[in-house]
């Protein structure tokens, strides 16, 4: 008898959940039931589209390379011109140190924008 019990498909097991909410709850509190389980599912997936369009935004703003970078000056500069900052005239210490500093005044300014 316990070996049918596991055989039982998809299709069955649904109506065994419904026969026994409506049991439990009685038929007055399914429809309310329902409603609540119908507005908590929105509000997930709202909150998960909005967290999935906020990683879209952060990858979107992730560096344009056109071509292959073949060395460290050149990719020092790639960095810095999708920054903002002019490499003209500079070591690569000193467009390593710019770098940094805008990388991390950039995480300084969305962090206070997201409290």
């Known amino acids: 008898m316990f070996n049918y019990f ?20 009685g038929t007055n ?9 119908g507005r908590a599912i929105s509000e997930f997936n ?8 906020q990683m879209k935004n952060i990858t979107n703003q992730s560096l344009e390379i056109s071509g ?18 002019s490499v003209l005239e500079k070591s690569d210490d ?7 500093e805008k990388m991390e005044s950039k995480k300084i300014d969305e962090s206070e924008n997201k409290t």
């Not at 596991?6 to 709850?25: K, N, P, Q, Y």
């Not at 509190?29 to 389980?37: D, G, I, K, S, V």
Request: net charge positive; no cysteine; charged share 25%.
């Open 94 to 100: 000193e467009l390593r140190k710019l770098v940094v």
């Open 68 to 85: 292959p970078v073949e060395t460290e000056r050149q990719k020092l500069e790639t960095i810095a011109k999708s920054l903002g900052i």
């Open 6 to 25: 596991l055989d039982i498909i998809g299709s069955e097991w649904i109506i065994i959940i419904l026969v026994a909410l409506a049991l439990i709850l």
């Open 46 to 53: 709202k909150a998960k589209n909005e967290l999935q369009g």
């Open 29 to 37: 509190q399914l429809p309310n039931t329902a409603r609540q389980l």
